[in-house]
Nanobody, 123 residues
Framework: QVQLVESGGGSVQAGGSLRLSCAAS????????MGWFRQAPGKEREGVAA???????IYADSVKGRFTISKDNAKNTLYLQMNSLKPEDTAMYYC?????????????????WGQGTEVTVSS
């Protein structure tokens, strides 16, 4: 059974940084495409960044140049380094996994989800 557990969320001021982690278990981690999504109150869940099994990445325009997605296959862990944070980055952040295929920022492509970690950015 696939399990994803996020950590690293918190409250920061605008311009600050946070690193989110997602510990994965229950499947062949290296063969999966992994993604980070976020959902702000009253808004739909949106894709932030994704990385496929080859390490190729894709980012939403709103976070390009500020966020970096990476993974450590030996540790079965996905990361999201978030720099230059803005108040509009405030949301619940979710880690997600899909078996095979290339990267995607479409939430409907993902079959497994973590419980989320909250990020709050104050101005």
């Amino acid at each position: 059974q696939v399990q994803l557990v996020e950590s690293g969320g918190g409250s920061v001021q605008a311009g600050g940084s946070l690193r989110l982690s997602c510990a994965a278990s229950g499947y062949t981690y290296s063969s999966y495409c992994m993604g980070w999504f976020r959902q702000a109150p009253g808004k739909e869940r949106e894709g932030v960044a994704a990385i496929d099994s080859d390490g190729d990445t894709i980012y939403a325009d709103s976070v390009k140049g500020r966020f970096t997605i990476s993974k450590d296959n030996a540790k079965n862990t996905l990361y999201l380094q978030m720099n230059s944070l803005k108040p509009e980055d405030t949301a619940m952040y979710y880690c997600a996994a899909k078996n095979g295929g290339g990267w995607s920022l479409n939430r409907y492509d993902y079959t497994n989800w973590g419980q989320g970690t909250e990020v709050t950015v104050s101005s």
